[in-house]
């Protein structure tokens, strides 16, 4: 969807939940709300919250899937996703979290608590995306630029990013992504380590936003070592499947590998207003390759 533009979206027939963990989750679900995500169902939980059983009872009702966001910083955020996440294993129910690493700073604590807590979510979701915030530095001018606006950069990374996944996984276009076949890629990878790549072109290229996806500042880490490519291309242009494909091959190359597991979904002739975007989800990397 072109920057600063609102569209309705109606809850699927695969049934997701959002669930914003913390301050900057909630937020971010806010801003998801404000943007057309209106029937959608969201849970927000705060990270001191004590009645956590009966919040998991009820967000995992009639559930597939569930797709938390949050801001790792200390560890009762991940202590609540690292529960959740369990829980839904017990029930089948796919787990896909999307978390902002906190800026750079002097306390080497801070860094050093986030790390751990990283490792607590990576152990217990399907699939877990890293949002680093530190590389916010390389898209700002000033050092005061990155501290004023800080929260809310967090607040719209995560907001784009869990949007993406979403619309990733409901997708109805005219090659639709099948739900159960991203649900056993993700839940069958030997590792949850997951990258998040959001490009557009505003020229309508698929191949021009597939490079500014595999160019994603906020990637935890580039795409080699993948085995395995979640990809969704949209597009006003109902004509641009060629293109389609040259934008899925050039992502491929990145994973350094010929022959990987690869989704493809498309959804053209959509009113974006002549911007093509292309959104992928990298993951089963090699085991030498953290």
């Not at 709300?33 to 939980?45: A, K, P, Q, V």
């Not at 890629?185 to 072109?201: D, Y």
Request: net charge negative.
């Amino acid at each position: 969807m072109p920057v600063g533009a609102k569209k309705k979206i109606s809850s699927p027939d695969t049934k997701i939940k959002m669930i914003g963990v913390g301050e900057i989750g909630i937020s971010a679900l806010k801003h998801l709300r404000n943007d057309g995500y209106s029937d959608i169902e969201f849970l927000g939980i705060n990270s001191t919250e004590h009645d956590l059983d009966d919040l998991i009872q009820g967000a995992f009702y009639h559930t597939e899937a569930i797709l938390i966001t949050a801001s790792i910083g200390d560890g009762s955020s991940s202590d609540i996703i690292s529960i959740m996440a369990r829980e839904a294993k017990k029930l089948d129910i796919l787990c896909v979290c999307i978390v902002a690493y906190p800026l750079a700073s002097d306390d080497s604590n801070e860094s050093k608590n986030a790390d751990r807590a990283i490792e607590r979510i990576r152990s217990a979701v399907d699939a877990l995306i890293v949002l680093r915030n530190d590389h916010l530095q390389n898209l700002a001018d000033t050092q005061q630029e990155i501290s004023s606006q800080a929260v809310q950069d967090s607040n719209k990374m995560l907001c784009q990013g869990i949007g993406a996944i979403w619309e990733m996984m409901t997708n109805t276009g005219d090659v639709q992504i099948d739900f159960s076949d991203v649900k056993h890629l993700l839940s069958v990878s030997a590792k949850s380590m997951a990258i998040l790549g959001i490009g557009q072109s505003k020229n309508g290229s698929a191949i021009e936003a597939a490079r500014q996806a595999v160019n994603y500042p906020l990637m935890e880490r580039d795409l080699h070592g993948a085995h395995a490519l979640i990809i969704n291309i949209t597009a006003s242009a109902s004509d641009t499947r060629n293109d389609a494909f040259e934008a899925m091959n050039h992502i491929q190359k990145q994973t350094g590998y010929e022959d990987i597991n690869i989704i493809l979904g498309t959804e053209l002739g959509k009113d974006m207003g002549g911007t093509t975007r292309v959104v992928f989800l990298a993951t089963d990397f090699d085991e030498d390759n953290d």
